[in-house]
């Protein structure tokens, strides 16, 4: 068989309609950067981690528990639901754990989408989306963004029909940063039908400064509501990927059915419950975050005027066109960020020497 036949044969033991689904985009490694450049090292703002290192015995504690990897972790995920219920001040039965908030996502929808039913989301939103829709047989309704880069609720709230079964509010929006309005919510969740589930993806709600945003959890009393959190920003567990959910107790207990058993590892556990111990440690550093977001945005904000408020740990320049270039120009300085070609630029916020590095690098890319 030739070559090219194997590869039509190979093609037809996976779903066709993948084939035109995007891949997902991780950000790129910097060591790679800088040896392909000849430098030193590179900067990468290209991810939304968190540039402090761990938190204070959580490297203890993941040590300790990686003694035991030859037993599989508790599956029910017990002490540390049970620390996350006393820290949200919620039940321990409307929790579910499992490995990062996006796989959550995921399983929120394998618990509430047959094929053909509809999920909806802003667009652009978090590029997870439409794949996590497309793998589940649902089939995506985006609605675009509105002039501001954030969400249009009431263009949401028009887009539903008797198919929707969830739709997904990214607040902030990643990767524009822009945050929903309790008003605006309040109004958007007041004209959901009750039989649809409202899931509030709230990755980056650690970074949140304005007072006007709400915390989704004071929403998590509706029937149709879940709140998604994350280990992976502010937490700085990017490396382990453990997220948790907040609903009602169906809700929740449907998600622990359909999860893959035993996705929360030991490290995770361990991590997540040493984690939690230090929640003065992640304000002061989210603190730093947000003094650099905001020095960050005024800076660039004399080279694009239309930089959007973030309320996230990280900046949207709004190039359309010009995204792909920027992202290389970058590049080439060593600097490492997220285009996303014909929409925009994603730049994490980083120590202030890397966003002076980055600063540096897109002043001539700009100009």
């Given at each position: ?38 430098l030193p090292e590179a900067v990468k703002l290209a991810s939304n981690e968190v540039p402090y290192g761990p938190l204070p ?311």
């Amino acid at each position: 068989m030739s070559d090219t036949g194997r590869h039509q044969a190979a093609l037809r033991l996976t779903r066709a309609d993948l084939a035109a689904l995007p891949n997902y985009v991780p950000g790129r490694s910097p060591a790679d950067l800088a040896r392909e450049l000849g430098l030193p090292e590179a900067v990468k703002l290209a991810s939304n981690e968190v540039p402090y290192g761990p938190l204070p015995g959580v490297v203890e504690a993941v040590a300790d528990a990686v003694a035991g990897v030859h037993r599989y972790p508790d599956m029910g995920v017990v002490a540390l639901r049970q620390a996350l219920a006393e820290r949200y001040a919620v039940p321990p039965e409307r929790i579910a754990t499992g490995c990062g908030s996006v796989a959550l996502a995921e399983h929120l929808v394998r618990a509430t989408c047959l094929p053909g039913d509809e999920l909806l989301y802003a667009w652009r939103s978090f590029e997870a989306y439409p794949i996590i829709a497309a793998t589940s047989g649902a089939t995506s309704v985006r609605v675009p963004n509105a002039a501001g880069h954030g969400h249009d609720l009431p263009a949401m709230a028009a887009a539903v029909t008797d198919r929707t079964r969830l739709i997904l509010v990214c607040n902030p929006n990643n990767p524009t940063g822009t945050a929903v309005r309790r008003a605006e919510l309040d109004r958007f969740l007041d004209a959901v039908p009750d039989d649809v589930l409202v899931v509030i993806d709230e990755a980056y709600r650690e970074f949140v400064t304005d007072p006007t945003v709400p915390d989704g959890l004071t929403y998590a009393d509706r029937p149709n509501v879940a709140v998604l959190r994350t280990f992976s920003k502010a937490w700085g567990l990017a490396g382990l990927r453990i997220g948790f959910l907040v609903a009602q107790p169906e809700v929740a207990a449907a998600v622990r059915k359909v999860v893959t058993p035993f996705s929360t590892s030991i490290a995770a556990q361990a991590g997540a419950l040493a984690a939690l111990a230090q929640a003065d440690e992640v304000r002061r550093r989210c603190a730093l975050v947000v003094a650099e977001r905001d020095r960050v945005t005024e800076a660039l904000r004399k080279l694009v005027p239309t930089v959007p408020d973030s309320q996230a740990n990280f900046v949207w320049l709004p190039l359309g066109d010009g995204a792909l270039a920027f992202g290389q120009a970058c590049e080439s300085k060593g600097v490492i960020v997220r285009p996303f070609p014909g929409d925009g630029v994603r730049v994490t916020i980083g120590t202030p020497a890397e966003n002076d590095a980055f600063l540096a690098a897109a002043e001539p890319a700009l100009a």
